[in-house]
C-alpha cells in the first residue's frame, strides 16, 4: 500500500510545501482519554503519524492515510485541525527542512493487528500526560495536552469505567 500511495506524492511539490498533516489518534477508556504514539523509523523517538500532502486528497484524509499505514488504526478524522507544530526533518540525502504539520483528531474506531509499517515501527498507548511528556516538540506537547482536557471535559459525568472507545 505505501508504494501506491508515494506515487501520488510528488517529490518536488513536497519538498517545496514544508508541510505535514498528522493524526492524533485517541481513544477513551472508562474516564480517561489515551492517545496512540509510535516510534519514528530512523531515530526511534515517540511520534504521531504523519506525512506529507497527497495530490487530491484533503488534509484530514492524509492524516487519516498516515494513522493507518504506520499505526495500524482508523477511525473518526476531525475535518479541521486542532492545531500545528514545528519540528526540523532531518534526513540522511537532503539538507534539513522546517515542517508545519497541521494536526487531526483521530477517534479511533479500529486497530489492526498487522498494518503496513508494522515491523518498522512500535505503537504505544498513553494517557495523555504521559504522550506530552514522550514527544520532543513542545508545541505538540501542548496539543496534546489541550486536546486531552477538551477530551475529558466533554465526558459525561459518571462515566462507564469499563466503556471502551
Known amino acids: ?7 501520488l506524492r510528488p517529490a518536488a511539490a513536497r519538498k517545496a ?4 498533516y498528522a493524526a492524533l489518534p485517541y481513544r477513551v477508556v472508562g474516564d480517561k482519554v489515551e492517545i496512540l504514539l509510535i516510534t519514528s523509523r530512523r531515530t ?3 511520534i504521531v503519524p504523519k506525512g506529507w500532502p497527497i495530490e487530491g486528497r484533503q488534509p484530514f484524509d492524509c492524516a487519516a492515510l498516515e494513522a493507518l499505514e504506520e499505526a495500524g488504526v482508523s477511525g473518526e478524522v476531525q475535518k479541521r ?9 532531518h534526513s540522511k540525502k537532503r539538507p534539513s527542512m522546517l515542517c508545519k504539520v497541521e494536526l487531526f483528531a483521530c477517534k479511533v474506531t479500529q486497530q489492526r493487528k498487522a498494518w503496513p509499517e508494522k515491523d518498522e515501527r512500535e505503537r504505544r498507548w498513553c494517557s495523555v500526560k504521559e504522550a506530552a511528556a514522550a514527544v520532543d516538540e513542545l508545541k505538540l506537547q501542548l496539543l496534546i495536552l489541550e486536546f486531552g482536557a477538551n477530551v475529558s471535559a466533554a465526558l459525561p459525568s459518571g462515566s462507564n469505567p469499563r ?3
Do not use: N
Not at 500500500?1 to 506515487?7: E, G, L, N, R, S
Open 1 to 7: 500500500m505505501k508504494a501506491d500511495v508515494a506515487t
Open 17 to 20: 510545501t514544508g508541510i505535514q
Open 44 to 46: 526511534r523517538r515517540w
Open 81 to 89: 485541525p486542532i492545531g500545528y507544530y514545528r519540528y526540523v526533518k
Open 163 to 165: 466503556r471502551h472507545v
